[in-house]
């Protein structure tokens, strides 16, 4: 288990470091502030010497640390620079902004800060750093600064004996911004000790500000109960206003203990309590409008005193009905991610995974990371099982039911001439070694949509090493397994072996390369005329996937057959048959299903192109073979399937030497056939799809599969007409419209539309 | 002073700590990685020190304009921030200060050479 924490933990997802130094423009621990005044240290007076030392150089000479780089020095904040130094003052101006904390508010405005303040909360969960956002609160600021140790200290008016006299609304403003900052503290925490982006999906940085870490959680939310009292007995105030505050109030307990609670991996009722959240909104939102706005209790001249070495920036403005829909998805996703905790089988808590991160648009990086937790923490899956268990179980339902590889007595054996010991022990050098490739695939899937893919891109050169080395121990394995082989001198004159961990591999790989080409339609990576390749790409890893799911069926079903036979084994094993052969063989009828439509939608921008109907961008610094060769880069080194040359490919894609008419044909055929596997698979139970846990995302991603294929194949018609009326001739009347990816029924599959007769 | 001896003496302080006060009482404190003959000033490492508002609550020293010694008591009041890698333009440069080892210095002064002897050339 060790073993396996250790290669897991060194996961890397990325080709770089995690926080690339020319992206760090804000350095996450500033060094401890020198002292100014330290024993044995005295500062000289040398502004005379240097000056004069300075005159005698000659103009553009630099006197520099060698180790210095002037590409460095491009990233210097210039002094007395508006622009760059967030510390400037115009002339006349104050450093800090005159606001009189010790004036109570009326009701309407502290509405107005608050709901202002959840825009900002919102702006951040969004991506954009705390000091343009929450952080440019003056409350928030009052609060923060100088780091209180207790409640006691985080009183706005810091004069003397205000404790005491505190009006209820700036008590009320002070609970929820306690709890506020609290509630970041918990999100900013998850974020950060799971795989994100910083900068381009979160930002952490709290600019040398503590969260209100040392402040304990109960003391707050008891504060916040008792504010709610306190507001619900008093007589000072409208009902609508009392009502307004109130349920503010509420909301943000509720949130604090949630944010408390979200990391536990126990049954909890944490799903409710999302629900509950999400239920309380619509009251906050429909009484924004009683909010009367302070703007001057908000200011960017705060970042004057936040640590950072990035210029001064503006405050972020973020609208309500954007932050509602926000915090409204927020809740959403999180009430979702938490059934993840609930394990049926690998592949379909893989289903569950992929299909939660394609959620419109992508759950937020909160819920994001929060799924990470749930799967990763303490390398122990969803908080119950190790990852053995779970890669066992994934090679069981795949290539190797009910087989002695997998019988955990192995373990036990110490003999080192037993079959059974060496089969452990090799199986154990496989898991260490494919464990983190594995789980570097659930993890990848969990980043934000482009980095999926660009992951991806390195992952599966990975995997092509996983595959061999998988082979050899395959070839290894043998020898202990007395694996019979297949021989057939049909297919071939050796004996044909299963390599059951290698084909595992080669599965998965393939899986990812698919992926890497589906996720370039989902984001736009591809131009109009490039579409053709790229589709009849994806057809050929997914007829490659499929030739491959068949081999693997094959011994599955001779395996059974002997499995059968013998009474002993026959029985409660049964199952584990079961479920691998239903999972080859839907993911056979999905896999074809793919490689139809996708060849289908190949052969109509064929068809297009040679109606001339796809525009080519003018690219005067490429031709395309070279950018074939850049496009395919990941692709390049993968061994097996091997990359298509692009003379070949050409030839694939053009087809010269059929007719426009056959093509179109083929296409109709082909559209018909996976329009049928779509539907087959819609009908699916969430068993056998194996989707369980998510088999309503599943139906309504095949639907979208399907009506992208129905609209392809009215397309395909439409196209067909067009080719049989102009006959020999090679213009068409008609106009070619390709959506942008989200446009479509699918991300993943770009239908050109066509309207005949305009041009 | 020569310029050989300028590039030498402009060389020596490099890596060290400056202290360099602007044109708007701010003071920047960093380690010096490079000048040019405007002065203008690169420092890595670099933490922003601002005389508080007038006047300063709660505190009994005098103001700032005394001695050296109640300058420095009320600086070490103040709250310092990071700021990394800054340049200072030399037009906005009123005080250069450098840190040093007061053992050193007194070394430096036995010996008859240093900051002091360049003064008179």
Redo the contacts between chains.
């Keep these: 288990m060790l073993k396996y924490s250790k290669d897991v933990a060194n996961l890397v997802l990325d080709d770089g470091p995690r926080n690339p130094n020319a992206f760090a423009a804000y350095?996450s621990e500033?060094?401890p502030?020198?002292k100014?005044?330290s024993r044995?240290?005295?500062?000289?007076?040398?502004?005379?010497?240097?000056?004069?030392?300075?005159?005698?150089?000659?103009?553009?000479?630099?006197?520099?640390?060698p180790y210095?780089t002037l590409f460095?020095?491009v990233?210097?904040?210039?002094?007395?620079?508006r622009k760059m130094?967030s510390?400037?003052?115009e002339p006349g101006e104050?450093?800090?902004d005159e606001y009189d904390f010790s004036e109570a508010l009326l009701p309407e405005e502290i509405i107005g800060i608050i709901d202002h303040l959840l825009c900002h909360e919102m702006a951040w969960h969004m991506g954009h750093p705390l000091s343009q956002t929450i952080f440019t609160s003056l409350y928030i600021d009052r609060l923060l600064s100088p780091c209180p140790t207790s409640l006691d200290q985080t009183y706005f008016d810091k004069s003397e004996s205000c404790s005491s006299d505190e009006p209820l609304t700036l008590q009320i403003l002070r609970a929820y911004c306690l709890g506020l900052v609290r509630t970041c503290s918990y999100v900013n925490n998850r974020v950060k000790s799971e795989h994100y982006y910083e900068e381009e999906d979160f930002v952490t940085h709290t600019f040398?500000r503590s969260l209100l870490e040392n402040i304990d959680h109960e003391s707050i939310l008891k504060l916040l109960e008792e504010t709610e009292e306190l507001l619900s007995s008093t007589q000072e105030m409208g009902y609508d206003l009392k009502k307004a505050l109130m349920c503010r109030l509420r909301f943000r307990a509720q949130f604090l203990k949630i944010a408390e609670m979200a990391d536990a991996r126990t049954p909890t009722n944490i799903k409710d309590l999302w629900t509950d959240l999400l239920a309380a909104l619509p009251d906050i939102r429909s009484s924004t409008h009683l909010g009367r706005a302070v703007p001057s209790s908000f200011s960017t001249k705060i970042q004057?005193?936040?640590?950072?070495?990035v210029p001064p920036r503006p405050i972020v403005e973020v609208s309500q009905e954007a932050a509602f829909d926000h915090l409204e998805r927020l809740c959403r996703d999180a009430s979702v991610v938490v059934e993840v905790l609930k394990y049926y089988d690998s592949h379909s808590l893989m289903t569950f995974v992929i299909l939660f991160q394609t959620r419109k648009p992508q759950p937020s990086v909160y819920v994001r990371t929060l799924l990470q937790h749930y799967l990763f923490c303490d390398m122990v899956i969803l908080g119950t099982m190790s990852i053995r268990q779970v890669l066992d179980d994934d090679l069981a339902a795949t290539v190797l039911p009910a087989h002695k590889l997998l019988d955990r007595g192995n373990d036990e054996i110490e003999v080192p001439h037993d079959p059974r010991h060496n089969m452990a022990a090799r199986m154990e050098i496989f898991r260490s070694r494919a464990a983190g490739s594995y789980l570097d695939i659930l993890r990848t899937i969990c980043q934000n949509r482009c980095r999926i893919r660009r992951t991806l891109c390195h992952t599966i050169a990975d995997w092509d090493n996983l595959q061999l080395d998988a082979e050899e121990l395959d070839q290894e394995l043998r020898e202990f397994t007395r694996e019979e082989p297949i021989i057939d001198p049909e297919i071939s004159n050796d004996p044909i072996y299963s390599f059951p961990l290698s084909s595992w591999a080669y599965f998965y790989k393939l899986r990812q390369m698919e992926w890497i080409v589906q996720l370039g339609f989902e984001l736009d990576t591809y131009q109009p005329d490039e579409l053709v390749g790229m589709y009849w790409y994806l057809q050929y890893l997914a007829k490659t996937r499929s030739r491959h799911l068949e081999r693997i069926r094959g011994f599955l079903v001779r395996s059974y057959a002997a499995f059968r036979r013998n009474p002993e084994t026959a029985g409660q094993k049964q199952a584990e048959y079961a479920s691998a052969l239903s999972f080859v063989n839907i993911s056979i009828m999905e896999s074809a299903a793919t490689y139809g439509f996708a060849d289908a939608l190949s052969c109509l921008y064929t068809v297009l192109g040679r109606l001339s109907l796809i525009p080519s961008p003018p690219r005067p610094y490429s031709d395309d073979s070279m950018r074939y060769e850049v496009r395919m880069k990941p692709f390049s080194a993968i061994g097996l399937p091997e990359l298509i040359q692009f003379e070949d490919l050409t030839q694939l894609v053009t087809q010269p030497n059929e007719s426009t008419i056959d093509i179109i044909n083929f296409a109709a055929d082909s559209v018909m056939g996976a329009k049928k596997g779509f539907e087959f698979l819609s009908k699916l139970s969430a068993k056998e799809a194996n989707c369980q846990g998510s088999h309503d995302s599943w139906v309504k991603n095949i639907k979208d599969c399907l009506k992208a294929c129905i609209f392809t194949s009215i397309t395909i018609s439409t196209v067909k007409k067009l080719v049989l009326a102009a006959g020999k001739d090679t213009q068409v009347k008609a106009k070619v419209e390709i959506p942008a990816a989200e446009k479509g029924y699918h991300d993943w599959w770009i239908v050109p539309k066509v309207i005949p007769g305009s041009s | 002073m020569e310029k050989s001896q300028a590039e030498d003496y402009l060389t020596s302080l490099l890596n060290k700590t400056l202290r360099i006060t602007t044109t708007d009482t701010r003071m920047f404190l960093g380690q010096f990685k490079c000048t040019d003959s405007d002065r203008n000033i690169i420092l890595s490492q670099t933490f922003e020190y601002r005389l508080p508002p007038a006047p300063i609550p709660t505190s009994t020293s005098p103001s700032s304009n005394e001695t050296e010694n109640d300058k420095e008591t009320v600086t070490l009041d103040l709250t310092s921030r990071y700021m990394g890698l800054v340049v200072v333009p030399g037009e906005f440069i009123s005080r250069i200060e450098v840190e040093e080892f007061e053992s050193q210095v007194r070394g430096r002064a036995v010996g008859g050479v240093g900051v002091g002897g360049e003064k008179v050339v």
């Design positions: 350095d500033p060094p502030p020198p100014l005044k044995g240290v005295i500062a000289m007076d040398i502004t005379e010497q240097f000056t004069n030392a300075a005159q005698q150089l000659d103009m553009g000479q630099l006197i520099k640390d210095f460095e020095s990233g210097a904040l210039e002094i007395m620079d130094d510390g400037y003052l104050t450093m800090e040398n004057r005193k936040l640590a950072s070495t």
